[in-house]
């Protein structure tokens, strides 16, 4: 219940581009708000993006504004978050999160499933 799976994790050169996905086991997948989070070494866990049910009230992080771009398709069951113009401060483990009731929040506190994130490198 609630299971969530990212993928697309990988290691990139600065200026390059990766897409995340993240899949998610419940038929009720268009009921969820969707945020990515991030979290790097010795860093506490950042706001990336956040998606409302039906695509919409998409917010991001001022850090990645106009580089990346978060999705859903609720037929497939997944969101996404493609990352172009890579850095390498974006280096982090990328988490996906649903939350069930509520809007979309860049506070992750208020998810209430997580994936078990994938490695995001990017080299200089």
């Known amino acids: 219940q609630g299971h969530v799976v990212e993928s697309g994790g990988g290691l990139v050169q600065a200026g390059g581009s990766l897409r995340l996905s993240c899949a998610a086991s419940e038929r009720t997948f268009s009921s969820y708000a969707m945020g990515w989070f991030r979290q790097a070494p010795g860093k506490e866990r950042e706001f990336v993006a956040r998606?409302?049910?039906?695509?919409?009230?998409?917010v991001y992080t001022d850090s990645v504004k106009g580089r990346f771009s978060i999705s859903r398709d609720n037929a497939k069951n997944t969101a996404y978050l493609q990352m172009n113009s890579l850095k390498p401060e974006d280096t982090a483990v990328y988490y996906c999160?649903?939350?069930?009731?509520?809007?979309?929040?860049?506070?992750?506190?208020?998810?209430?499933?997580w994936g078990q994130g994938t490695q995001v490198t990017v080299s200089s």
């Open positions: 998606i409302w049910r039906s695509g919409g009230s998409i």
């Open positions: 999160a649903a939350r069930e009731f509520g809007p979309a929040s860049s506070r992750w506190d208020e998810y209430d499933y």
